[in-house]
């Protein structure tokens, strides 16, 4: 459907189950396999209209070359092809309404069928399929090491660029500029750019507010290649060099990080992971005198959420919150401190995940009148209240499990604190 008052259409995403299978990405269109035939594609092709106001599309030929199927069809043929196997059990993967709502595909003649869905082999289907997408092999790496650099080539950009009265959409331009220069086809996600208080708000979008001295930027941006997705969060001070508290709190996100990242191995469990490092959090917070209590007891009652409510990181490729992040059977808390967790399952060798910890000061938990009452007496109250315009700090790498221990694919972007101060200082006098 058109984006009303537009006549245009809102970027593609293909579903990642159909680009890992198809090794493409054509709108509208349908792969189908039966064990006797193998791959079948179908393809709609463009009518005059199509190709007056938006082009050509994949011909035919155009996509057996690409996906390597042969004799790929047009759309209009699937109702046939359907037809000729009515009767026999059909599983689904990818966007389950297809069978309810196939007008919204651009699929015509289906109702008719009324194919009946295999619930349970189209769940274990999903699953199988997410099982192997978790496992990237040598041209899925390739790729995302691909995105890993041109990701990198922004954030250093965003480090000597960055200066106060700077506006957070100018530095987003900037920075996407970058991603697409060294080869990004577009960005992996909505590129989040938050200038002090902004940086509170996980997923902000950026917005024409300047940056001030003395305020941190985090900024979350990645860049896409050939459909992999890399996810980097950098968060570093507008002026020359951290102050303080933020230099405290930047260590203690950073230290947590690192920690993480050393132990992403085979056979670990993501979210003893992310228990580890919220304990960790949570020692951090009782040291710096903003939490009180036994750090164990405060991750228990889920208290260090308050000020880090996201989930330690998630499985990383062909989307950015990638396949399968829960193993199947196994369904997300509904703890506070749990909830989010993106990812649940024991690290295999071949899995890439993002490592991202952080620390914030989110206004709408703080302020909270329950949450003041019900943790009077474990948030030390008058100090937060003095830090409700920080923002926050976020680390995030990409990193790969390999049985000889992690590897970060965004190892080339500078986290070490001293090194990001050189980094402002040569940008800003620069
Ligand atoms: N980078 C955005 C996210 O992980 O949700
Ligand atoms: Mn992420």
Redesign the pocket.
Known sequence: MAIAGTDQYHDFHAHPDFAYLSGAAYPGSVLAFDPREGWNLFVPLASIDDRIWVGDGESLEGAATTTGIERPRPLSALASWLESHRGEPLAVLGNHDILQDAAAYGIRGWAPLEPELDVEASARLTERIAESRRTKDPSELSRMRAAANATAAGHRAAFRLARPGMTERALQVEVEAEFFRNGAARTAYGSIVGGGPNGAVLHFSPTARPFADGEIVLM?AAAEYEGYAA?V?RTFPVGERFSGIQRDLYALVLGVQQQAVHDARPGVEYRDLHLAASLRIAEGLVSLGILRGSPADLVEQDVHALFFPHGL??MLGLA?HDAGGCLAGRTPSDRFGLKWLRADLPLQPGHVV?I?PGVYFIRALLTDPFRRSRYASQVNWDMVEQMLDFGGIRI?DDVLVTADGPEMLTASIPRELEEIEELRREGLRG
């Open positions: 979350d996810d969060t990181g998630h950015t993002t991202e995030e």
